[in-house]
């Protein structure tokens, strides 16, 4: 599936969601990464991932600049159905009358973001739809359910909750959130509805190569003599790392997209991140390989004949998506592509084959009021791209720049 690729857009009808698939992640682990997250998220915790987010939202999104002052209200708890919080939804203030709402995650495996949008809150349409149709209804007695997009509900009794149309379906006895994310285009019937509009924004870095490996296996010279096109010692697979950074190298380096010098950037980068025979990367190297790189051309110019070689020198740097997320779109704004390093990642959009333990360079996204996707070049072939933001158990950004 492909999404439209259209510059901003607002539409009054046809509305896009991220439906979250309750299905589990799964794969061999063949990288390692840093320490992850896990556990609850606290409401005072939320707070500030939601006043970030008005901030972003205002200075990226058209029709958002109102929120640039806003203020946000006391979060309204939601629940998985087994009990465990799964949201907090704040309502925006604009001059003390409500704007909008931002969904926060409560749990921090989850995107931190999940929904946000100019409409009424979900909480206050279910408690005027419930008010009168259940007895004695309060938030306090009835508790607000969320398993993923638009099951908004309140919990009723014997496995029953009321939806935000009012009407009384089954809730699921067990739900695990994972976020692998299909598309789903729902036509809405009334301009009431809570989504009356989805807002759309974009960004595209130009110029970012787009590649993947050419050369083969079979060479007994070692390193560096095997750099260029000529078969090499190790695997026919370079690795997804060496060649994820390639592209932001060369992106950089343009006297290195040619065929020739792409191949050596390659294998340059495949020495420096100390990539195994079989195409793993180990993670305490991947800063240290990007930042060597400078010299270990300056190195090897002594030893073979090069095309061309790199002429800056690079430095890199991790940080995890909840922390990196809008670090990482300010790099895109900034036309700085970067890495993506995923564990148990999902497929892209276009594909059927999940990524599992991948990295791959990001070049842009595409977002609007309830999903995101990062536009990226995924070292398997020569085109873009694109992935749901948290398709995946756990995820890191690597930012790379010039010196």
Sequence with gaps: ??????????????VLFAVLVLSSLTGALSMVPPKGH????????????????????SSNLPG????????????VVYYFPNGTKS????????????NGFILVAAQRYMPPVLEFSKGEAPSKRLGRITATRIKGFSTERHRLLYYGALSYSVELKNGKAMDIYGR???????????PKHHMLSLETETTDNIYPTSTYAEKHIPNVPAWTTTDDDDNPKPYPYNVGPNDDPWSWWDGCTPIAVSMVIAYYEPQLQDSWDREALIDVLHHTLKTNATGATWSYNVVPGI??????????????????????D??????????????AIADIDSNHPLLLWMIDGGS????????????????????????FYWEIHDTWDSVSHYIADGNWKEAWFIFVRRR
Excluded: C
Aim: aromatic residues 14%.
């Design 314 to 327: 690079y430095t890199a740097w991790w940080e995890s998506r909840e922390t990196g997320f809008y670090d």
């Design 291 to 312: 930042e060597n790189v400078y010299e270990e051309y300056q190195r090897i110019s002594k030893m073979i004949t090069l095309n061309n070689i790199v002429e800056n």
């Design 1 to 14: 599936m492909v999404i439209p690729l259209k510059k901003w857009r607002t539409r009054a009808f046809a």
């Design 87 to 98: 949201a907090y939804e704040f309502t925006v203030l604009v001059n003390g009358k409500p």
């Design 348 to 371: 892209a959009l276009d594909r059927s084959q999940d990524y599992v333990n991948h990295t791959v360079t990001v070049v842009g996204y595409v977002g609007y009021s309830s999903a």
């Design 168 to 178: 009384h379906i089954s809730v699921p006895k067990r739900v695990s959130f994972s």
């Design 38 to 57: 896990t556990g609850s998220v606290t409401p005072a915790e939320a707070m500030p991932v939601a006043q970030r987010h008005l901030q972003w939202a």
């Design 64 to 75: 958002f600049e109102d929120w640039k002052n806003a203020k946000l209200s006391q979060p």
